[in-house]
């Protein structure tokens, strides 16, 4: 079971998570909080490139291909017809940390953060169906909406607000 606090933003294609989800990352750990991600991709995506020895021993069957350096190290896992794991099997993988921020999982209850911006507004809000939707962070005014609403570039708000939710208190170190 995850004991480490989490928070999605959340939102259409092109409505500005990955934009927001860096730049509170950038904001707190400028705080002093150790802060990891997860980032829900819908369509195949790789990491790796063609002819790279990781991408080979992938190609040649591996289930999983660990690559090490003195700098990073990267798990990378096929499926090969498995399930996609579940957000909870994900969080489970994760290095002990202060905070985790989750890009995308639109259907998960986790507390989250719906990204707005003009030209996806043609998909509709998603706060009316998902009670974990907290507040709504737009590039554009919304002023019929119930919910707390921040500009989508006022990040230090932004943190300010998911760290009050979540009882966050940055640790001695």
Request: glycine share 6%.
């Amino acid at each position: 079971m995850i004991t480490t606090p989490v928070f999605g933003i959340t939102g259409w294609k092109n409505s500005g998570k990955t934009q927001l989800v860096t730049r509170l990352v950038s904001e707190f750990t400028a705080r002093g909080f150790r802060v990891s991600t997860v980032k829900h991709a819908h369509h195949n995506f790789d990491i790796d490139r063609p002819g790279a020895d990781s991408y080979r021993h992938r190609e040649a069957g591996a289930s999983e291909v660990a690559l090490v350096s003195g700098r990073r190290w990267a798990l990378m896992h096929e499926l090969r017809g498995e399930d996609e794991p579940s957000l909870d099997d994900i969080l489970s993988r994760i290095a002990p940390c202060d905070l985790i921020l989750i890009e995308g999982y639109k259907r998960e209850k986790h507390p989250k953060i719906e990204a707005r911006r003009r030209e996806s507004r043609d998909k509709g809000p998603l706060a009316p169906t998902d009670p974990g939707i907290l507040a709504i962070a737009a590039d554009h005014p919304l002023p019929e909406e119930k919910l707390t609403v921040f500009d989508l570039d006022d990040v230090r708000a932004i943190a300010d607000f998911i760290q009050t939710h979540l009882s966050l208190v940055r640790k001695a170190s």
